[in-house]
């Protein structure tokens, strides 16, 4: 999603993703500290649709499973173009993201998945797929 | 007609992230009581897109050029998206 961002709406057409090498400007980027089968406390922006998804949650805990994440130079992609920043984690890094005029698009570098049960469905979604039900 | 997610994954069906992202699926359509229909679709056979994606973990995915144009064809038609 980042990718594609970048190169589409940002105007950074060399933009790549630093998993697949090659040339290019890798706006995702290896993470400093790995966050393989880890769990991390998101501060969630009001006003986004993520604060509407979470109602009264300004900060929760998800599960992690990644190595990649928008590159630090590159941060002000997830702020421009349309796209806004849904959470932060504890350093201020992007960990969510979305676009403010979109019926629902959202990114997480985080898996919302890894914290569901049948019995306690994730809202994250739930929420989706009432947006695909229209 | 139900309406169709397509999750694009290139992860085994053994790998836990396939079966978090299957399952939590699950629980949401039981929750909504929905007659969606989710499809799991690898990168390289890429099809019709349905009502809505999901852009699966697992990467590198096995065709990123694919996952990209699904990105932006989710973007700009307004289709729902979630990429994780």
């Known amino acids: 999603m980042l990718v594609e961002h970048a190169r589409n709406v940002m105007g950074i057409e060399a933009a790549s993703h630093a998993e697949y090498g090659g040339p290019g400007v890798p706006v995702v980027s290896l993470l400093s500290c790995s966050l393989v089968e880890s769990e991390i406390e998101i501060s969630i922006t009001p006003g986004t649709r993520l604060a509407q998804i979470h109602p009264g949650e300004s900060r929760r805990i998800e599960r992690t499973h990644c190595n990649y994440g928008l590159a630090p130079d590159f941060a002000y992609i997830a702020s421009g173009g349309g796209m806004r920043i849904s959470a932060v984690d504890d350093t201020s890094e992007v960990r969510a993201v979305e676009r403010s005029e979109h019926t629902f698009f959202f990114g997480a570098l985080y898996q919302p998945q890894r914290t569901s049960s049948r019995d306690h469905p994730h809202p994250v979604w739930t929420s989706f797929v009432r947006a695909v039900q229209g | ?84």
């Open chain 2, 1 to 84: 007609m139900s309406r169709v997610i397509t999750v694009l994954m290139d992860l085994s069906e053994q790998d836990a992230s396939f079966r978090y992202t299957v399952d939590a699926l699950d629980h949401a359509v039981a929750a909504a009581s929905s007659d969606v229909v989710v499809r799991i679709v690898r990168t390289d056979e890429i099809d019709v897109l349905g009502d809505g994606v999901v852009i699966g973990p697992g990467s590198p995915y096995r065709d990123a050029a694919a996952a990209e144009d699904v990105i932006r064809t989710a973007r700009e038609k307004g289709l729902p998206l979630v990429g994780t």
